[in-house]
């Protein structure tokens, strides 16, 4: 079974920083996909960033980027220039890429990000 | 575009009543999946369904739970004999098919169990 683990459970950074939240997993399996949610206050899932492990590129969106190292299994989100609405609980989450039925995500136990005015 | 919809947002039940949670996915995306979120955790995969199929529910307790997916109408989570322990955030998600379609998630309903 495959699992995911967020070893921070709270962090901070200054407004306009930038931060770096931590994610690793374990797995068999040399495809899959790895994901990063983010959970405000309203308790909304909201997808931020995904990557899929056959890529050596890093995924990025805007502001968001992450750090893939498919040896080291290592996924870390690094967030610049953090504004205030990135204040919210941070999820890494795992899929395989295998197996008609094998769909479903697996979670880390999340990271919380404070914003410092 | 409406997204994934949950009702009601928040349950409230005395031990021992049904609760019974509806999922209305994005409108083309065939399938379903149930998350449960305790407090202060993450959240745990419970079932994947599409239409009127149950395709993996290895994370739905053995009692009491039960969910489905019918050809008309929206996914329904259906809790029988509510324990406190059921008290937490269920969150559905859906995509429309296939292993590289990503999971869009609904506003999660939060259950209390009094």
């Known amino acids: 079974a495959q699992t995911v683990t967020q070893s921070q459970p709270e962090m901070s950074v200054q407004e306009a920083e930038t931060v770096t939240l931590s994610c690793t997993y374990d797995?068999?399996?040399?495809?899959?996909?790895l994901f990063w949610y983010k959970q405000p206050p309203s308790r909304q899932m909201i997808l931020v960033i995904r990557?899929?492990?056959?890529?050596?590129q890093n995924a990025t969106e805007n502001r968001f980027s992450v750090n893939f190292q498919k040896a080291a299994k290592s996924f870390s989100l690094k967030i610049s220039d953090s504004q205030l609405g990135d204040a919210a609980m941070y999820f890494c989450?795992?899929?395989?890429?295998?197996?008609?039925?094998?769909?479903?995500?697996?979670f880390g136990t999340g990271t919380r990000l404070t914003i410092i005015p | 575009n409406a997204g994934v919809m949950q009702n009601p947002r928040h349950l409230v039940r005395r031990r021992g009543q049904e609760a019974r949670l509806r999922c209305s996915p994005v409108?083309?995306?065939?399938?379903v999946y149930w998350y449960r979120q305790l407090p202060e955790e993450g959240l745990k995969f419970m079932v994947y369904l599409q239409k009127e199929n149950i395709i993996d529910e290895s994370g739905m307790p053995k009692e009491r739970f039960s969910a489905e997916f019918p050809k008309e109408g929206p996914s329904i989570l259906r809790i029988q004999q509510v324990v406190r322990g059921d008290s937490a955030a269920y969150f559905c998600?859906?995509?429309?098919?296939?292993?590289?379609?990503?999971?869009?998630f609904g506003p999660g309903t939060r259950l209390t169990v009094l």
């Open positions: 989450a795992y899929r395989s890429a295998y197996n008609f039925g094998n769909e479903k995500l697996t």
């Open positions: 998600a859906s995509s429309p098919g296939g292993l590289t379609d990503t999971q869009y």
């Open positions: 990557q899929e492990a056959y890529k050596q």
């Open positions: 797995t068999s399996e040399s495809d899959y996909y």
């Open positions: 409108k083309g995306h065939s399938h």
